[in-house]
């Protein structure tokens, strides 16, 4: 799925760490740093069909490559103006990008494919499908977990459904679907349609922790068991924001299902795979037979499986297969280089190939052309695809894809006849298919890039856009809300050049003004910045990718506050455990209402600071993305939030047992003021600590 699901688990624990430790914020760097090379055993040669006619620069000198044999759909002719890509230069230039990718992100395998006017430029792999194996990694045979590609194949059979007249995007999706699973109202009042759900606009929050993904074949769900047992609340209207849902997208798939009379997987087959002859490509997981789910993979298919591999200072590890079956229609298929290779040109030519129509050509244009935009000038989506900017002033439609351990994507360009393909099975390997299409329409399409000129902004302009914004794509509340109000932040502060410097996912990119109010420009790239107004004051900006909107946060719900208040609350503690030890006999005369206020405060102490280590816990783990996803909730989070919530219970008895401390008894069998007033400052403190973790859904330990 596009989720990144990996890479912002593994930042949940930078910045856990950095709340326990009472920072005001995350540090953040303009790039990541440069990795070590790895010490696993040197990958073995790559598997290509390209011939060699000039050799290419690369890293290392590799093993004769495996040939396999090419079959391409006839040459179309090549577009007026555009000049062919030469085969030699273009190997050439993928083979070095992708090792220096491979070496710097200690990525295991790469599969890569290029196709242009109908004909595979490059089909090559590289590195290891199976360290333990010693298989290569072969563009013909070898099946990549291709995440949410899969969501393509589930628009093309969609947009076939619209063509026939069985559904209309304008119509409520509940419409197509049987009466268990139907979208609830949930206080809202309209209904989310199929052009919702095709546009990324459903209004639902966004859940995938303990669900998405599983590691364990018996608690793999049928779709419909699952869309019914995860049905996310409903948190906006339809077609305010865009917020991807992978949960829209397999409702989609239960549409088409249900309207096919026939499971997802047979039907995906029946009207896209099998008619385009992607014979390796399938959206069935290699696991045993189950009679309440469908098919498993064949055991061909399986015995070709790229293994997913997670990168760890030992080296490579290989990880057990993540099974994505109970949400299908949105990220379970697998394919080849080869057989993607096929699909791009199927998209290419506007549905058709070797002869047959998969799709129309209405449908095809329906690809190509925006059906969802939030703003002027921001990415949208083009009826499920999603719109690509690329060097040259040129845009392309496309999709990315993510598992834990795979990392993908996929991008057309009409205008060049060019597709490009690239899937890696490392958890660190995201970067490579994220930049290597971009790089290859800039290297042999893109005019040489000249520095950006533009009016810096002022700084009383640049303040307005500074500030911490919240991403919509989230849980919003419970645990899981907790953990994404941590890691979905983007930080937007005025830089030294007169741009702006938006700082998310742990990574800096610079921004510059355009002649257009609230739009800016990437100084590095061609992606666009787009910034919405409320009240004369920015409010949210759109992400380049089109698929989530950052609104901005109040100041109680930065994490500077959340730092703060845990560094408050953890002192108060432990000076309210120390008293007990410290005090002298007179100093612990009191009244029977005194001590009874003073062992509950001690007491939420204790549980302060026990919930406090238990995240402190679940922080040190979480660099294991596979125990956080698949082990959620976790049981040192759980506990943590439970103590809390006792605390906070416990807190607010002692705030109203504060008047009668107060007034005390005797002199001489009373605490005296300053104690009083410790008191009365600590509960205060533990009570503002707890505001801010019940405004955070920290306190929800039964929500997850």
Not at 18 to 23: E, P, S, T, V, Y
Not at 358 to 387: E, H, I, K
Not at 449 to 456: G, L
Request: net charge positive; proline share 8%.
């Amino acid at each position: 799925m596009t989720l990144r699901l990996s890479s912002k688990v593994a930042r949940c624990a930078a910045v856990v760490g950095i709340w326990l430790a009472g920072a005001g914020s995350a540090t953040s760097q303009s790039t990541a740093p440069t990795a070590p090379i790895p010490t696993a055993p040197r990958a073995p040669a790559p598997a290509t069909t390209t011939p060699r006619t000039t050799p290419p620069v690369r890293a290392a000198r590799p093993a004769t490559p495996a040939a396999a044999p090419v079959v391409t759909p006839p040459a179309a002719p090549a577009l007026p103006g555009v000049t062919p890509l030469p085969a030699p230069e273009l190997e050439a230039f993928v083979d070095g990008f992708v090792r220096r990718s491979m070496n710097q992100d200690h990525i295991a395998g790469v599969t890569v494919s290029v196709v242009q006017n109908g004909q595979v430029v490059l089909k090559k792999g590289y590195g290891v499908a199976s360290l333990s194996g010693g298989r290569r990694v072969d563009p013909d045979r070898t099946l990549f977990r291709i995440g949410s590609i899969s969501k393509t194949f589930t628009w093309i059979a969609l947009q076939n459904e619209i063509d026939a007249g069985r559904i209309r995007p304008d119509t409520p999706i509940n419409v197509y679907l049987p009466e268990k699973l139907q979208v609830r109202d949930q206080g809202k009042k309209n209904p989310v349609r199929v052009r919702d759900l095709y546009n990324h606009t459903p209004g639902f929050e966004d859940r995938a922790l303990g669900q998405l993904f599983e590691r364990e074949e018996r608690r793999i769900r049928p779709l419909d068991v699952y869309l019914r047992q995860e049905r996310p609340n409903r948190v906006r209207e339809p077609g305010v924001l865009p917020a991807y849902s992978n949960y829209g997208v397999a409702l989609v798939g239960a549409a088409l299902a249900n309207t096919g009379a026939k499971p997802f997987e047979d039907l995906i087959a029946e009207r896209v795979i099998v008619p385009a002859r992607l014979t390796r490509t399938t959206f069935r997981e290699p696991r045993a037979w189950r009679d309440d789910l469908p098919a498993p993979m064949a055991p061909a298919l399986a015995a070709d499986m790229a293994e997913g591999y997670r990168w760890t200072p030992l080296g490579l590890q290989a990880q057990p297969v993540e099974f994505i079956g109970q949400i299908a229609p949105a990220g379970s298929a697998s394919s080849t280089a080869a057989d993607m290779a096929r699909y791009m040109t199927l998209l290419l030519n506007g549905g058709t190939i070797d002869g047959r129509t998969v799709f129309s050509a209405r449908a095809a244009q329906a690809f190509r052309t925006p059906s969802y935009r939030p703003a002027a000038g921001a990415a949208g989506l083009n009826s499920g695809f999603q719109d690509i900017a690329l060097p040259g002033n040129r845009r392309g439609f496309g999709h990315g894809g993510a598992t834990l351990w795979f990392h993908s994507n996929m991008v057309i360009v009409p205008d060049l006849g060019l597709g490009v393909f690239v899937s890696v099975n490392t958890d660190t390997g995201q970067s490579l298919p994220a930049t290597l299409p971009s790089a290859i329409v800039e290297r042999f399409y893109a005019p040489a890039r000249a520095v950006p000129a533009f009016t810096p902004l002022t700084a009383e302009a640049a303040a307005l856009y500074a500030g911490d914004y919240l991403t919509d794509r989230r849980a919003y509340g419970g645990l899981e809300g907790f953990v994404n109000r941590l890691i979905g932040v983007a930080k937007v502060r005025a830089s030294a050049q007169g741009g702006l410097a938006v700082t998310t996912d742990g990574q800096t990119r610079l921004w510059i003004p355009t002649d257009r109010e609230d739009v800016f420009k990437a100084a590095d790239g061609t992606d666009m910045l787009v910034f919405q107004r409320q009240d004369g004051t920015p409010a949210r900006f759109f992400a380049p990718s089109g698929i989530s909107a950052y609104e901005r946060v109040g100041p109680l719900f930065k994490q500077g506050v959340l730092s703060g208040a845990t560094l408050l609350a953890a002192l108060a503690s432990i000076a309210t455990l120390a008293g007990v030890f410290v005090r002298s006999r007179r100093d612990t005369r009191q009244t029977t209402s005194q001590a009874r206020a003073s062992l509950l405060q001690t007491t939420q102490a204790v549980l302060w600071l026990t919930a406090i280590a238990c995240v402190g816990v679940f922080a040190l783990g979480s660099g294991d993305v596979a125990s956080v996803v698949f082990g959620w909730p976790s049981g040192w989070l759980l506990t943590a939030s439970a103590c809390a919530f006792i605390a906070t219970i416990l807190t607010l008895v002692t705030l109203a047992m504060t008047p009668v401390v107060w007034r005390g008894g005797r002199r001489v069998d009373s605490w005296n003021d300053l104690r009083k007033l410790c008191f009365t400052v600590t509960a205060l403190i533990f009570i503002g600590f707890a505001i801010v973790l019940a405004a955070w859904g920290f306190l929800e330990f039964w929500n997850t």
